[in-house]
């Protein structure tokens, strides 16, 4: 007799709403920290003076390196709104199939809009905006 | 560690064998089903089978039986009560795990009705997958009264109505297997997390009033893995074919770890 195989899983189950939220609070979970190292350049920056500042300033002002920052923005938003989500589970709510639906609505739309508002005001050129 | 794909001889062969529907069918569906014989070694694959739904019952489970009896005998899956109430015939019907007796195929929103075995388990044969573990899971968290003090000499313990609404809900559940196979943590963890269903049974007798070893069964989950692997993905909730919900009884049991801390 064969070996048993394993069933089909991932390639298989219908990706409904749990699991993309779920594994998108994890990515953006791994891509903040390690962010961070932009964060604590960032600071160094800061404390090594006006020179050491222009300098890091000028690299992150890349149009690429704009581009990840914009995604950091985006999964900060997501990350912190879905961690409210799971803090109102430890604490016993938002369990209902209905609720936990409508929860995952109201953080993927506030990461969207918070998001779109922030990017607009911190890339959009002064003259448009004004 | 999540091994993300399948084992090379797990790998499923999209190309099985086509059973044509017979001459003078009139409303035909495909169904495209998982088949692994443990006779011949080869992988699994996928076989595809025409039906005259103008012939058939309404139910998945009524399309696997005729399939069964008029095209091919060697297709093997469980069954029994085909009215949810057994479990048996647990299975992943176009992408989602519930029961083919209660899943009509008018629902299934695909044009082709896809079947799998419940996922990320040992497959025996076809549709029927091992389940060994999954109730030695069940029979972990001891799925039984225990008690310390001596019982009435001339009566049953008895309990409360409200009491006994609270675990009206848990004591539903069918053991069909639908939720643990839904949860991408048990795919991963599944050697060592409980999984939904035992998660469960075991919030089902912490709370009954009757019970006298709900700090023993705390206890015993104590544990990063056995309980803690649950990330609320909600994937069980969405599964269950008896609307149970054992993400909230999960996060309860949740709460009282954190509660008797201090």
Redesign the interface.
């Known amino acids: 007799m064969a070996a048993r195989p394993l069933s089909p899983h991932l390639s298989v189950y219908r990706f409904a709403y749990t699991m993309a939220l779920s594994i998108l609070h994890r990515i953006t979970g791994v891509a903040l920290a390690a962010g961070l190292i932009v964060l604590v350049c960032w600071l160094m920056a800061i404390a090594g003076g006006e020179a050491a500042y222009a300098r890091f300033t000028a690299v992150m002002g890349q149009g690429l390196l704009q581009v990840v920052l914009a995604g950091w923005l985006l999964a900060f938003l997501y990350h912190f709104a879905n961690g409210i989500r799971h803090l109102f589970w430890d604490a016993g709510y938002g369990f209902e199939k209905a609720q936990a639906r409508r929860s995952a609505a109201i953080v993927v739309a506030f990461a969207v809009v918070a998001g779109g508002v922030l990017l607009y005001l911190f890339f959009c050129p002064e003259g448009v905006r004004s | 560690m999540a091994e993300?794909l399948?084992?090379l001889?797990?790998r499923?062969n999209k190309n099985g064998k086509t059973h044509k529907a017979p001459e003078g069918a009139t409303k035909v569906r495909k169904f495209r089903i998982?088949r692994?014989d443990?006779?011949?070694?080869?992988?699994?694959r996928i076989d595809t089978y025409e039906v005259d739904m103008a012939a058939c019952g309404p139910m998945v489970l009524d399309a696997l039986i005729k399939i069964k009896n008029e095209i091919d005998p060697t297709l093997a899956f469980r069954r029994s009560c085909r009215e949810g109430i057994c479990g048996s015939c647990a299975m992943?019907i176009?992408?989602?795990n519930t029961l083919a007796c209660t899943k009509a195929c008018e629902e299934v929103a695909s044009s082709d009705v896809?079947i799998?075995?419940?996922?990320?388990?040992?497959?025996?044969k076809d549709l029927v997958?091992?389940l060994t573990q999954f109730y030695a899971q069940y029979a972990a968290v001891k799925p039984w009264l225990s008690t310390r003090s001596t019982a009435p000499p001339d009566s049953e313990r008895l309990q409360s109505k409200e009491d006994q609404e609270k675990i009206d809900g848990p004591s539903a559940c069918i053991l069909c297997a639908c939720c643990s196979t839904?949860c991408?943590s048990y795919?991963w963890n599944s050697d060592r997390y409980l999984g939904p269903a035992a998660l469960l049974a075991a919030y089902r007798w912490i709370i009954d009033s009757r019970d006298e070893s709900t700090g023993e069964r705390l206890d015993a989950l104590e544990d990063p893995f056995r309980l803690y692997r649950c990330?609320?993905?909600?994937?069980c909730?969405?599964a269950c074919p008896k609307d149970l919900?054992p993400?909230?009884a999960i996060?309860?049991l949740?709460?009282m770890m954190a509660e008797r801390q201090h």
């Open positions: 993300f399948l084992p001889g797990s499923v998982y692994f443990p006779d011949s070694g080869a992988n699994p992943n176009d992408g989602v896809k799998y075995p419940l996922p990320h388990m040992p497959v025996i997958p091992d839904s991408p795919w990330h609320t993905i909600m994937n909730a969405e919900n993400a909230k996060g309860e949740k709460q």
